[in-house]
Every structure is written in C-alpha cells, then in structure tokens.
C-alpha cells in the first residue's frame, strides 16, 4: 500500500465520522468512496462509524471484484463505481440520509432554485432521481441519469448524493444541499419559496466557476 492509499482511507474515515458527527447521517447507512488508479476505495458495508478504521476500507478494482479476505463494500458501491467511472471531473463520492434532503426526497420533490448556494451543487436545482431498491444497479442508472454533469442529487425515497474532485469538496457539497433543504423545507411551511430566475441562477453559476472550487460559499 502507497502512501496516496493510506491516506485517502484515513481522509475516507474522517469523512464518515464527520458526516455522523455533523447529524448527516447515523449508525451505519451512508457511504463513502474516493477514486484510487483505475479502481476506487469505498466504505465496507454494515460498520458505524465509531468502530470504522483505515483497514476497513475496501479496494474495489476496475474490474468490480474486491479481496476475499476483509469486509464486504458498501452495498452502493456500483452507484460509487458508476459515478467515478462516468465522471473524470469527480474523485470522491459522498451517500447520506440527511434528514431534510430524505424528507424532500421521500415527498418526491427536487430543490428549485429558491436561494443562490443551490448553484454549489452544479445546476440550477438538486435534481431527484427516480426510486430503485438500495444496492441495485438499476439505483445506480438511474443516480448517473439524473445527476447528469451536476455535484449532488436526491435520490427518491432514498436519501442524498454528494461528489467533487476531492472527498473535503464532497463533504461540503453534501452539507450545504442538506442545509438548503432544510431552508426549502421550512419555506413550504409559510407558503413556498420565491425563485430565482433562469438568469440570476447562471449569473450565480458563472460565478462560482470564477471563484474556483475553494472559494465557492465565502459570499
Ligand atoms: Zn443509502
């Protein structure tokens, strides 16, 4: 094992524990992945992040096959795996069940462009995929369908997906969708938001790319 390797299983732990420590996930659903070469390294499915560790981690090759001996990947992984796969812009990828964005995602609802940080996730809106079972292939199309170029997406019925070229940016992503569900959440209970237009939105879009990666949200 590189040193590369070692250390993205470690920034892979710190995510999971983050995610549960900032109340965007709990026990042991959510998962994590981060490109390695031609494979990725993924969470293993069915440990809480209080007793994950480094050697947890699962190395998922190319070819979809994974070491006998260790843990088994997260039951997501082809999600994962088709992100990394379609995206050369992506290297980490980030599933949770935060509350808000599952209450969105359960009420079949994408979140409209209702304040300027939705744009942090690449689009105007965070767009919905459609309802598969959990762990199938046919949840992960339909993931890589809907987020199409953009950085997150809700997933119906189901939960949140986060991803950017570094696991902190897919972290970042993942909270700042769920605090802007949170925000469209609470603006249905007086009535709804008001939008931002077309314009405004790709205003705020081309900002961003300006910004560059590290300074988006700093306004
Ligand atoms: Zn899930």
């Known amino acids: 094992m590189d040193g590369r390797e070692s250390a993205l299983r470690e920034e892979i732990v710190r995510v999971m524990v983050a995610m549960n420590a900032r109340g ?14 031609e494979g990725m390294l993924i969470t293993p499915t069915g440990v809480p992040p209080a007793e ?31 992100i990394l796969r379609g995206r050369s812009d992506v ?8 509350r808000h964005a599952t209450i ?7 979140i409209p ?9 690449g689009g105007a809106s965070v767009p919905l995929a459609p309802y598969a079972t959990f762990g199938s292939s046919e949840l ?12 997150a997406a809700l997933m119906a019925n189901h939960g949140l997906i986060a991803l950017g070229p570094s696991l902190s940016r897919a972290l970042a992503i993942a909270e700042e969708v769920e605090e802007q569900a949170a925000v469209y959440w609470g603006t249905l209970a007086i009535g709804g938001p008001t939008l ?16 560059g990666q590290t300074r988006v949200g700093g306004a």
């Not at 981690?57 to 082809?78: K, Y």
């Not at 931002?196 to 910004?211: A, C, G, N, P």
């Open 24 to 37: 965007l996930n709990r026990g042991a659903s959510g998962n994590v992945s981060a490109r390695l070469g």
């Open 52 to 82: 994950l560790t480094p050697a947890h981690v699962v190395l998922v090759g190319p070819d979809g096959q994974w070491p006998a001996e260790g843990l088994r990947p997260s039951s997501e992984w082809q999600m994962h795996e088709g």
């Open 91 to 98: 290297n980490a990828v980030v599933h949770c069940h935060s």
């Open 104 to 110: 969105l995602a359960c009420a079949g609802r994408e």
């Open 113 to 121: 462009p209702m304040h300027y940080m939705v744009a942090m996730a």
């Open 140 to 151: 992960a199309d339909a993931v890589v369908q809907a987020l199409g170029g953009r950085n």
């Open 196 to 211: 931002l237009s077309d314009r405004e939105m790709t205003k705020v879009l081309d900002l961003f790319k300006t910004y």
